[in-house]
């Protein structure tokens, strides 16, 4: 059997984040809107999940159709089986990754970012497999005194801290 390894990018668009990760039952779709639905009020999102087995489809749903067709064509672009992809905007994924996390046919979480994404698929044919996520680009330093106090202050002008 040969493997092809296969780099897909992840479009972010300006003021959307995306979340991917790997489940394992055709019920995450309504579980994941649920999540995200009631998690916060500005939430619009759009989400899906590859199906890995019966009729094998690219279920979806959401509140925001642009967010909606985004994940989609995110899934079809990945095309492993069990991985989902949620777009979202009017929130953060600080705001439902716990959420997410506690969904009983939840896997694993690989990424949640408004970074430039990249997705690294092994294609064995029939089978697709996501090996991994490069979220973002390569350190350039180490943060100084002064960027400690702007990381500081940035999190006390947003709320997250008092």
Same mark, same amino acid.
């Not at 064509?73 to 777009?87: M, N, P």
């Not at 330093?141 to 002064?146: A, I, Q």
């Given at each position: 059997m040969s493997v092809r390894l296969e780099v897909v990018d992840i479009p972010v668009p300006e003021g959307t984040n995306v979340i991917i990760g790997r489940t394992h039952f055709i019920k995450t779709v309504e579980d994941l809107y649920e999540v995200m639905v009631t998690s916060h009020p500005n939430i619009r999102f759009g989400l899906c999940m590859c199906e890995a %087995?019966? !009729? $094998?489809?690219? $279920? @979806?749903? &959401?509140?925001? +159709?642009?967010? $909606? !067709?985004? =994940?989609? +064509? =995110?899934?079809? !672009?990945?095309? =492993?089986? @069990? *991985?989902?992809?949620?777009?979202m905007r009017g929130g953060w994924p600080i705001n439902v990754l716990n959420d997410l996390k506690h969904v009983q046919e939840v896997v694993s979480l690989e990424v949640a970012t408004a970074n430039p994404v990249k997705v690294i698929v092994a294609d064995l044919g029939e089978q697709r497999a996501l090996l991994g996520v490069a979220d973002g680009f390569k350190p350039l &330093? *180490? +943060? %100084?005194? +002064?960027d400690i106090r702007e990381r500081r202050e940035f999190l006390r002008k947003i709320g997250y801290k008092r």
């Open positions: %087995s019966g !009729k $094998r489809l690219v $279920r @979806h749903d &959401g509140n925001d +159709e642009e967010l $909606r !067709k985004l =994940a989609i +064509e =995110a899934c079809l !672009k990945i095309g =492993a089986g @069990h *991985v989902f992809v949620i777009y &330093g *180490v +943060e %100084s005194e +002064e």
